[in-house]
């Protein structure tokens, strides 16, 4: 009886690691198979209309300061990073569900956090944009004292869509955050007026 046992224990030990096997390699086969049909990433630059879902942006410009940046204060031995863009909120609510737009696509062990936004018109932090209005607002990243000021920086743009009914409470909302380009531009020292165009 204690062989039967052991023999069983064996095989369904067996049957359990074939299986793990099997799993692994599926996942890494249609790993592969996404990254060989991904398409090239979009590319956006200055003045692009994007879309976003919630949010139709524009990408306006980038620049670096060591100084006070729209009433955001630095700490000694740091740099801002801003990009300036206009939002345009397309719902029929006012919102500043906006922080995740942008992402900043910093070098390989530059250390940052979440960005502060501020509007520029009154130079609120995370003011509420009203539907169909568009404002402008710059996303300041603070660079750590070590990490050089870029020349050029890449932002990651992010979409969601919207649901009528999410599946855990039943509500309407914003979900499933997708990559839908980068907007790459120069990254210009000071806050230089903006060129007329």
């Known amino acids: 009886m204690r062989v039967l046992h052991s023999l069983k224990t064996r095989v369904a030990a067996r049957l359990a690691s074939v299986g793990a096997l099997v799993a692994a390699g599926s996942v890494a086969l249609y790993g592969a198979y996404g990254k060989i049909n991904r398409g090239p990433e979009t590319v956006f630059s200055a003045g692009a209309a994007i879309q976003t879902g919630q949010w139709h942006v524009v990408p306006r410009r980038a620049w670096v300061s060591d100084a006070r940046t729209y009433d955001v204060p630095l700490k000694p031995g740091t740099t801002a ?32 956090g979440k960005p502060i936004v501020v509007g520029l018109r009154d130079a609120q932090q995370m003011p509420y944009l009203q539907p169909g209005l568009p404002e402008r607002v710059a996303y300041i990243w603070m660079l750590p004292p070590a990490a050089a000021a870029p020349s050029h920086a890449a932002f990651a743009v992010e979409s969601q869509t919207y649901k009528p009914i999410d599946n855990l409470y039943g509500a309407p909302g914003w979900f499933n955050p997708a990559i839908v380009g980068r907007v790459e531009l120069p990254v210009t020292r000071g806050n230089e007026p903006e060129p007329a165009s």
Not at 88 to 95: D, F, L, P, Q, W
């Open 81 to 112: 990073l801003v990009l300036e863009a206009d939002l345009t909120n397309r719902t029929a609510e006012s919102s500043s569900d906006y922080l995740g737009v942008f992402r900043w696509r910093a070098p390989a062990g530059t250390a940052i």
